[in-house]
T-cell receptor
Framework: RKEVEQDPGPFNVPEGATVAFNCTYS??????FFWYRQDCRKEPKLLMS???SGNEDGRFTAQLNRASQYISLLIRDSKLSDSATYLC???????????FGRGTQLTVWP | SQTIHQWPATLVQPVGSPLSLECTVE??????LYWYRQAAGRGLQLLFY??????ISSEVPQNLSASRPQDRQFILSSKKLLLSDSGFYLC???????????????FGDGTRLSIL
C-alpha cells in the first residue's frame, strides 16, 4: 500500500465554486501534514500546514482526521488563479522525510 | 531568510554523457537536503536525502549518485545518462534542528533535464 494516496482528478470547476480534495495516509503514527501547490512546469510551493484542530488561510481550509487517516483541503470561492496541481505530504517522525501524494489537478474555468 | 538555489534551470544532454546538478542553501545551518525527480505527468520521486556532510541515503537504485561536500551544498551526478533520466529534478531542504516541529520542505526552482 502506498504511503500517501490522492485522487489525481482532474477536477474542473467554475469560478466561485467550492472544491475539496482528500488525501489518505497509511501510517497511523504520521505526525506532520502539509498541502503544496504546483503550477505547470514549476516547483511545488508550500500552501499550508495541516494542524490537528484544522486551520484556515483565507479561502483555504485544511483539516486532519486521524481516526480515518486522511487530510483534506477545501477551497472556497475558486479563482482562475487556483488552477494548479495540489499535492499532500505526510511525515512520519519529527525530522523524517516527507511522503508526497501524486497530486490532484484542479482547473477553474470562467 | 533561507533561500535555495539550483542550477542550471534547463539542460539538454546526449545519452551516455555525465551529469552534475548543484544545489545550495543559504540562511540556515545543517539542513536536511533532498533530491527529487518528477517525470512528465508523474508524482515526485525521492532519489536521495542527506542529514549531514557526507551522509547520503539512496531511495532508488539507479545510475545516479549524490554527494554533500559542504553543509549547504548537495550535488546530483551521473557518469552515463540514460534516456529514462529525463525529467524535472528538484532539490529541497528542511530544517535539521531536532527541536523543530511540523517543518515543511522548501524546493528550489528545479532543473528540467532532457536526454537526447
Amino acid at each position: 500500500r502506498k504511503e500517501v494516496e490522492q485522487d489525481p482528478g482532474p477536477f474542473n470547476v467554475p469560478e466561485g465554486a467550492t472544491v475539496a480534495f482528500n488525501c489518505t495516509y497509511s501510517n497511523s503514527a504520521s505526525q506532520s501534514f502539509f498541502w503544496y501547490r504546483q503550477d505547470c512546469r514549476k516547483e511545488p510551493k508550500l500552501l499550508m500546514s495541516v494542524y490537528s484542530s484544522g486551520n484556515e488561510d483565507g479561502r483555504f481550509t485544511a483539516q486532519l482526521n486521524r481516526a480515518s487517516q486522511y487530510i483534506s483541503l477545501l477551497i472556497r470561492d475558486s479563482k482562475l488563479s487556483d488552477s494548479a496541481t495540489y499535492l499532500c505530504a505526510v511525515r512520519r517522525s519529527t525530522l523524517g522525510r516527507l511522503y508526497f501524494g501524486r497530486g490532484t489537478q484542479l482547473t477553474v474555468w470562467p | 531568510s533561507q533561500t535555495i538555489h539550483q542550477w542550471p534551470a534547463t539542460l539538454v544532454q546526449p545519452v551516455g554523457s555525465p551529469l552534475s546538478l548543484e544545489c545550495t542553501v543559504e540562511g540556515t545551518s545543517n539542513p536536511n537536503l533532498y533530491w527529487y525527480r518528477q517525470a512528465a505527468g508523474r508524482g515526485l520521486q525521492l532519489l536521495f536525502y542527506s542529514v549531514g556532510i557526507g551522509q547520503i541515503s539512496s531511495e532508488v537504485p539507479q545510475n545516479l549518485s549524490a554527494s554533500r561536500p559542504q553543509d549547504r551544498q548537495f550535488i546530483l551526478s551521473s557518469k552515463k545518462l540514460l534516456l529514462s533520466d529525463s525529467g524535472f529534478y528538484l532539490c529541497a531542504w528542511s530544517t535539521g534542528f531536532r527541536g523543530a516541529r511540523n517543518q515543511p520542505q522548501h524546493f528550489g526552482d528545479g532543473t528540467r533535464l532532457s536526454i537526447l
